[in-house]
T-cell receptor, first 113, second 113 residues
Framework: EAQVTQNPRYLITVTGKKLTVTCSQN?????MSWYRQDPGLGLRQIYY???????DKGDVPEGYKVSRKEKRNFPLILESPSPNQTSLYFC????????????FGPGTRLTVL | KNQVEQSPQSLIILEGKNCTLQ??????????LRWYKQDTGRGPVSLTI?????NTKSNGRYTATLDADTKQSSLHITASQLSDSASYIC????????????FGTGTRLQVFP
């Protein structure tokens, strides 16, 4: 089944404790992206990747890191999480060429205390 | 500033009724417009994608229209079902970077029996 998976789905952590949210897709997509969704706001892009070893900042990259060492994986790293990073996070992927449909993962709900 | 605005913010209808959701955008230059359905706590799922040259596209009981001149789109849901209860998100992509998606804040639809 074609899908985007994220782990963990739920995470409660404390300020300053490094964490990684994994994202993996099995559709051989070149493009991958991370978004956060907060109440009253539309999804906002954190980072995106056009292909392996090619990443760039989105609209709200502060406090986040990413890497794209393999085509299928695009982990999101929070080196020192803070309470304002409490949010619902989505990973998405799409193929290249034309108005490409983005497929979203199930989401990771992160709470930073 | 590139923006996507949706109305109404929320809508309640009875099962079997039709409804129309609105989307206005200021993204320029324009590439394509998408409608997504997002169930509570889950990732968005694509309903339609329309490019500049398309003014209507259907997906089952969902019909999207696009007026690129007035920069408006609508999503019409016919014969609503309880499973249509969700948030509907309008998303616009500009032609300079078709991977850059600008999200509206969504319309929360509730369908009651």
């Amino acid at each position: 089944e074609a899908q985007v998976t994220q782990n963990p789905r739920y995470l409660i952590t404390v300020t300053g404790k490094k964490l990684t949210v994994t994202c993996s897709q099995n559709m051989n997509h070149e493009y991958m992206s991370w978004y956060r969704q907060d109440p009253g706001l539309g999804l906002r892009q954190i980072y995106y990747s056009m292909n392996v070893e090619v990443t760039d900042k989105g609209d709200v990259p502060e406090g986040y890191k990413v890497s794209r060492k393999e085509k299928r994986n695009f982990p999101l790293i929070l080196e020192s999480p803070s309470p304002n990073q409490t949010s619902l996070y989505f990973c998405a992927s799409s193929s290249s060429g034309g108005p490409r449909e983005q497929f979203f993962g199930p989401g990771t709900r992160l709470t930073v205390l | 500033k590139n923006q996507v605005e949706q109305s109404p913010q929320s809508l309640i209808i009875l099962e079997g009724k039709n409804c129309t959701l609105q989307c206005n955008y200021t993204v320029s230059p324009f590439s394509n417009l998408r409608w997504y359905k997002q169930d509570t706590g889950r990732g968005p799922v694509s309903l339609t994608i329309m490019t500049f040259s398309e003014n209507t596209k259907s997906n089952g009981r969902y019909t999207a229209t696009l007026d690129a001149d007035t920069k408006q789109s609508s999503l019409h849901i016919t014969a609503s079902q309880l499973s249509d209860s969700a948030s509907y998100i309008c998303v616009v992509s500009g032609s300079y970077n078709t991977d850059k998606l600008i999200f509206g804040t969504g319309t929360r639809l509730q369908v009651f029996p």
